[in-house]
């Protein structure tokens, strides 16, 4: 099929936008989909949990969709919450005179935050509705509830429990792990002809509201648009995860947060940011930055920890030049909050080069080609207007937080890089990050075009001096003796 696939979410409204139709809309959107939804309940909702919950007039469920179908052709349909019996009955009737060629429904019952989103005595209900859709996606506990059995507490316990819901239904069943402990989380379709698993990293985010709407929606936008559900999961599970991954720098409330619909096409949207179009720019470096060997073995353990130690002690180098630039920028600042940012972040790499010094750099090594290359760098911004000394330093900022996430999420008790990748995933560097891009972005306000293109410059620099100096832990001849 090469048309647009049209595909109407009928399920509740999350007015912090993270799940329900507001999830829908922009998932079927980044899928190439055209979104519609029909609005079952409306919620009083934010990141922290559901507060109340009021279900529209039955007739009024009835009239959105009829008037819809009446005039729409659907290509797929996807089921969210339909917070009672009543309202199942409604929309299993529609279904039975509209028959949308694709039907996915989500059993949603309670939300992340444990608040039920469907009345009890409506589990049956949902029982009977599945036998009208072509895929369901349980998590754990939905799939329990679905087949009348315990919650499963291992993947395999979850996979018999789907296949009793295929045989017994004669839907596909996407299983989700994601209620499962382990450092994986697996999702499965479960069908007749047996069992497709897909794997992932399972991420330490807290960005996961919304998960189960915006995956069940993708689903069936890829499925409308001629995928078969294995094929159609292989493309949502990556997607999802960096969805969750870009999640953590939304900042949208306090409690379980958004995923990043539009995560995949950010480098694409207009903007008025400098840092986010100096970032978008600079997405190859980015890349280069995580498929290095020095990130990946890192991450995965097999990093030979001399070479770790080679790297430590560069970092000290830098960090005690990089220390001196920021009170640069601390000197230059128009402001005395911005004044005293800069001071504070100076300060954090005075004592971050004095802590590695203590605990893990036993002789003051020679500088590497590529730490002088940075370093001569930032010291040459230094000289350079406020606007660009905050372009030269904000990668080391950027690229350190963006990266330590990724790694944080790769840690367990046992890594072998354990105390560094916890250090990573700090809150706190992840918040001087946020205000170093602000001041960056009003800084760019203010700057004329020339400034502005030696802001692009020296941020570009540095980017490309990241890489290298990520690249050099690797790339670097050791003694024999030190790897002995
Ligand atoms: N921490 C995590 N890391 C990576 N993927 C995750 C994580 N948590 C959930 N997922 C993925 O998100 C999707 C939803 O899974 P989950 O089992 O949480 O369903 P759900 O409870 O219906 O979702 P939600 O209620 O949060 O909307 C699955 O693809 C799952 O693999
Ligand atoms: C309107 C609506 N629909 C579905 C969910 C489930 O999503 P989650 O389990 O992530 O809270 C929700 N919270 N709100």
Redesign the pocket.
């Known amino acids: 099929m090469s048309r647009i696939p049209r595909v109407l979410s009928i399920a509740g409204s999350d007015p912090s936008g993270g799940?329900g139709i507001q999830a829908d809309l922009k998932a079927i959107a980044a899928h190439g989909g055209f979104g519609m939804a029909v609005v079952t309940a409306l919620t009083a909702q934010s990141t922290r949990g559901v507060v109340d919950v009021h279900v529209p007039p039955l007739p009024f469920l009835d009239a959105q969709l009829r008037t819809l179908s009446d005039d729409v052709a659907i290509d797929a349909v996807k089921l969210g919450m339909l917070a009672s019996a009543p309202v199942v009955a409604v929309v299993e009737r529609w279904l039975a005179d509209v028959r949308p060629p694709l039907v996915v429904l989500?059993p949603v019952m309670v939300?992340?935050s444990g608040d039920r989103l469907l009345a009890s005595d409506a589990e049956d209900a949902i029982r009977r509705l599945c036998t009208a859709a072509d895929l369901v996606t349980p998590?754990?506990p939905?799939l329990a509830v679905l087949v009348g059995e315990p919650v499963a507490a291992t993947w395999d316990a979850a996979l018999a429990q789907a296949r009793t819901l295929h045989q017994r239904t004669g839907a596909a069943v996407l299983l989700?792990?994601?209620?499962l402990d382990g450092a994986t989380?697996?999702?499965a379709i479960v069908d007749a002809d047996g069992v497709h698993v897909v794997a992932?990293?399972?991420?330490?985010?807290t960005s996961?509201?919304?998960?189960?709407?915006t995956?069940s929606s993708t689903m069936a936008t890829l499925a409308a648009g001629g995928a078969t559900w294995r094929a159609a999961l292989d493309v949502a599970?990556p997607w999802?995860?960096a969805a969750?991954a870009a999640g953590e720098s939304l900042d949208v409330g306090a409690g379980a947060g958004p995923v990043d619909h539009l995560h995949a096409l950010r480098g694409a949207m207009p903007t008025t940011s400098w840092a986010s179009d100096a970032w978008a720019r600079t997405a190859g470096v980015r890349a280069d930055v995580d498929a290095c060997a020095f990130v990946r073995s890192l991450g995965d353990g097999s990093l030979e920890p001399e070479r770790f130690r080679w790297y430590l002690a560069q970092d000290a180098i830098y960090l005690g030049e990089y220390a001196r630039v920021l009170a640069r920028a601390s000197a230059l600042a128009p402001t005395g909050d911005e004044q005293a940012f800069w001071a504070r972040s100076a300060a954090s790499a005075i004592e971050e080069e004095a802590s590695l010094h203590r605990s893990h750099v036993t002789e003051v090594p020679d500088r590497a080609p590529d730490t002088r290359a940075y370093v001569d760098h930032l010291q040459a911004a230094a000289h350079g207007a406020y606007a660009e000394v905050v372009a030269a330093v904000l990668p080391c900022f950027w690229l350190y937080a963006d990266v330590g996430a990724r790694l944080a999420a790769l840690d367990d008790a046992a890594h072998p890089f354990h105390d560094w990748l916890v250090a990573y995933g700090d809150a706190g560097f992840a918040e001087a990050t946020r205000q170093a891009i602000a001041i960056a972005d009003a800084a760019a306000c203010a700057a004329g075009p020339t400034l502005r293109g030696r802001m692009d410059a020296a941020f570009d620099r540095s980017m490309a001096l990241e890489l290298a100096f990520f690249e050099a832990p690797v790339r670097v001849r050791l003694e024999a003796a030190m790897l002995g």
């Open positions: 799940a989500d939300a992340t998590n754990v939905e989700k792990g994601g209620h989380c697996l999702d992932g990293s399972r991420l330490a985010a996961t509201h919304g998960t189960g709407c995956l599970k999802l995860a969750i």
